[in-house]
C-alpha cells in the first residue's frame, strides 16, 4: 500500500533562517506531488506541483521553493524565513483519475 | 475566478443523527469533486469522490450528492459518531488532476454525545 511520510511535524525557526521540509512517498511510481500550505481555520492553498523528477511548477510568488530530485522525494526550502511563512504545511500525492494523499503535516512558526 | 464555498463554517449534531455537510461551487467546467476530512493536527483524509456525470454515489456510511445545475455538492453522514467529529472539505477540478483542485474554507462538524 502506498504511504506518505512528511517531516518534521512541528518546527520553530527563527526569522531569516533557512527551511527545508522533506517529503517522501512509498508504494507508487512517478506519482504527481505537492506542496499545500494551510493557514488557520482556512482551506488549502497550493504551493507547487511537480509531475516528475525535475519538474516543478509554481502557483503563488512567494519566498518559498520546491525541488524533486528523486521520484517520490519531494523537498520544500527557503533561502530566508519570512515571519508570513508561518503556517501548516502539507505535502501530498496523486495519480491520474485518483484525489488526493496528503502527509500529516509540518507546523511551522517563524519568530 | 473560481471559488468553493461551504454553506456553514460549523454544523453540530446529536450522536446518532445524521449530518448533511454542504458545499457551492462556481466553476460550472468542474468534473470532478471530492470531500476530505481532516481531524485536528492531521492532513485530510479522502472520504468520497463523485464525478460529473454521477449525481449521486454512496460510501460506507456517507454519501455525496451532486447537483450541477445549481452547481451544488453534499456530504451526506449517516448515524454520526463522535469519530466523525472534524473539518471537511470540499474541492473542486475541472479535470482529472486532483492535485489541482480548489477547496473550500471547511465545515466544522462537532457531534455531541
Known amino acids: 500500500s502506498q504511504t506518505i511520510h512528511q517531516w518534521p511535524a512541528t518546527l520553530v525557526q527563527p526569522v531569516g533562517s533557512p527551511l527545508s521540509l522533506e517529503c517522501t512517498v512509498e508504494?507508487?511510481?512517478?506519482?504527481?506531488l505537492y506542496w499545500y500550505r494551510q493557514a488557520a481555520g482556512r482551506g488549502l492553498q497550493l504551493l507547487f506541483y511537480?509531475?516528475?523528477?525535475?519538474?516543478i511548477s509554481s502557483e503563488v510568488p512567494q519566498n518559498l521553493s520546491a525541488s524533486r530530485p528523486q521520484d517520490r522525494q519531494f523537498i520544500l526550502s527557503s533561502k530566508k524565513l519570512l515571519l508570513s511563512d508561518s503556517g501548516f504545511y502539507l505535502c501530498?500525492?496523486?495519480?491520474?483519475?485518483?484525489?488526493?494523499?496528503f502527509g500529516n503535516g509540518t507546523r511551522l512558526t517563524v519568530t | 475566478g473560481e471559488s468553493v464555498g461551504l454553506h456553514l463554517p460549523t454544523l453540530s449534531v446529536q450522536e446518532g443523527d445524521n449530518s448533511i455537510i454542504n458545499c457551492a461551487y462556481s466553476?460550472?467546467?468542474?468534473?470532478?469533486f471530492i470531500w476530505y476530512k481532516q481531524e485536528s493536527g492531521k492532513g485530510p483524509q479522502f472520504i468520497i469522490d463523485?464525478?460529473?456525470?454521477?449525481d449521486k454515489r454512496q460510501g460506507q456510511r456517507v454519501t455525496v450528492l451532486l447537483n450541477k445545475t445549481v452547481k451544488h455538492l453534499s456530504l451526506q453522514i449517516a448515524a454520526t459518531q463522535p469519530g466523525d467529529s472534524a473539518v471537511y472539505f470540499c474541492?473542486?477540478?475541472?479535470?482529472?488532476?486532483?492535485?489541482?483542485?480548489?477547496f473550500g474554507d471547511g465545515t466544522t462538524l462537532t457531534v455531541k454525545p
Open positions: 501530498a500525492w496523486s495519480v491520474i483519475h485518483s484525489p488526493l494523499h
Open positions: 474541492a473542486e477540478t475541472p479535470n482529472t488532476n486532483a492535485g489541482k483542485s480548489t
Open positions: 463523485i464525478r460529473s456525470n454521477m
Open positions: 511537480s509531475v516528475g523528477i525535475g519538474q
Open positions: 466553476n460550472s467546467a468542474s468534473d470532478y
Open positions: 508504494g507508487t511510481s512517478n506519482p504527481n
